[in-house]
């Protein structure tokens, strides 16, 4: 039932060495001087257009640096929202690009080739003061957790890439996204990119020296890529706690033999999975 963690080198190419293959998903709430706006998540938020700027340079630092250290092959992953949210042309023309949305697949073209995920612009699960902190929907949920513990689209997402014994190797953020981060993937590398003080209130780094200092330690992993593989061990138990009574009434969510959720409070619904990727036929 517990989730299991080991230090990985990152996947063996066909040649026998290490691969340098590598998976960049960007998310948007997490990177430098982004907050949100009272009573709205970010896509209304006047930060919005600065969010895929700035999620756009931080991107770019990590490419440049793992591709500085001889990385072969890198896919970014457009994953906020409607997948659809960076400026692709500033990016190096060797990069591929997962985007959009509707396929329901977690990291579109991952397989156990890969190196390891660098997560960029991820959020904290929901705690007081972590800015736009939520987990998936701020409006549907106020938090999932996994064998009794909180957790987020960090944790949730690398559960998926570690079905195919991929490490996360990086993860910048803000600093309460950082430290959730470090109790799960003790030994990956981190960029703190602001500190934060509410769900609408920081105070950030400059948005350059974010960037710098993604780009050093991208160089660093593509040298050196060390990190933990985020495993489920099936069965596992999902509690899912909706921000409205009506959410968890209505939830189509299904345990593995195929039974409702069951409701453990008026605003949570209980269950046990195999695959951590059946949740997201539900949202
Ligand atoms: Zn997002």
């Given at each position: 039932?517990?989730?299991?963690?080991?230090?990985?080198?990152?996947?063996?190419?066909?040649?026998?060495?290490?691969?340098?293959?590598?998976?960049?998903?960007?998310?948007?709430?997490?990177?430098?001087?982004?907050?949100?706006?009272?009573?709205?998540?970010?896509?209304?938020?006047?930060?919005?257009?600065?969010?895929?700027?700035?999620?756009?340079?931080?991107?770019?630092?990590?490419?440049?640096?793992?591709?500085?250290?001889?990385?072969?092959?890198?896919?970014?992953?457009?994953?906020?929202?409607?997948?659809?949210?960076?400026?692709?042309?500033?990016?190096?023309?060797?990069?591929?690009?997962?985007?959009?949305?509707?396929?329901?697949?977690?990291?579109?073209?991952?397989?156990?080739?890969?190196?390891?995920?660098?997560?960029?612009?991820?959020?904290?699960?929901?705690?007081?003061?972590?800015?736009?902190?939520?987990?998936?929907?701020?409006?549907?949920?106020?938090?999932?957790?996994?064998?009794?513990?909180?957790?987020?689209?960090?944790?949730?997402?690398?559960?998926?890439?570690?079905?195919?014994?991929?490490?996360?190797?990086?993860?910048?953020?803000?600093?309460?996204?950082?430290?959730?981060?470090?109790?799960?993937?003790?030994?990956?590398?981190?960029?703190?990119?602001?500190?934060?003080?509410?769900?609408?209130?920081?105070?950030?780094?400059?948005?350059?020296?974010?960037?710098?200092?993604?780009?050093?330690?991208?160089?660093?992993?593509?040298?050196?890529?060390?990190?933990?593989?985020?495993?489920?061990?099936?069965?596992?138990?999902?509690?899912?706690?909706?921000?409205?009574?009506e959410g968890?009434q209505h939830s189509p969510?299904?345990?593995?033999?195929?039974?409702?959720?069951?409701?453990?409070?008026?605003?949570?619904?209980?269950?046990?999975?195999?695959?951590?990727?059946?949740?997201?036929?539900?949202?």
């Amino acid at each position: 039932m517990a989730e299991e963690r080991r230090f990985s080198e990152g996947a063996a190419s066909p040649e026998g060495g290490r691969s340098k293959k590598f998976y960049i998903a960007v998310d948007l709430e997490g990177v430098a001087c982004v907050i949100g706006t009272n009573g709205q998540g970010l896509r209304n938020s006047p930060d919005y257009p600065f969010a895929c700027r700035q999620a756009t340079k931080e991107t770019k630092a990590a490419v440049d640096g793992l591709f500085a250290a001889g990385a072969d092959e890198i896919i970014v992953w457009d994953c906020h929202g409607t997948g659809w949210n960076l400026d692709y042309e500033m990016l190096d023309p060797r990069v591929k690009i997962a985007m959009g949305a509707g396929s329901g697949k977690r990291f579109p073209g991952l397989d156990r080739s890969f190196a390891g995920i660098l997560f960029i612009g991820y959020h904290a699960f929901d705690a007081p003061g972590a800015v736009l902190s939520h987990v998936y929907s701020s409006a549907g949920f106020s938090g999932m957790f996994l064998n009794g513990k909180p957790a987020g689209e960090l944790q949730i997402d690398a559960a998926v890439a570690g079905k195919n014994d991929v490490p996360v190797l990086f993860v910048s953020s803000d600093d309460i996204c950082v430290s959730q981060a470090k109790a799960s993937f003790p030994d990956a590398r981190f960029v703190v990119t602001k500190t934060s003080l509410a769900w609408n209130s920081c105070v950030s780094r400059h948005p350059d020296a974010v960037c710098e200092e993604i780009r050093r330690k991208s160089e660093e992993i593509g040298k050196d890529p060390r990190g933990n593989v985020y495993r489920l061990e099936a069965p596992f138990r999902l509690d899912v706690r909706f921000k409205r009574m009506e959410g968890a009434q209505h939830s189509p969510l299904t345990d593995r033999s195929g039974r409702p959720f069951e409701r453990t409070d008026p605003y949570v619904l209980s269950g046990e999975l195999d695959d951590i990727e059946t949740l997201f036929r539900y949202i």
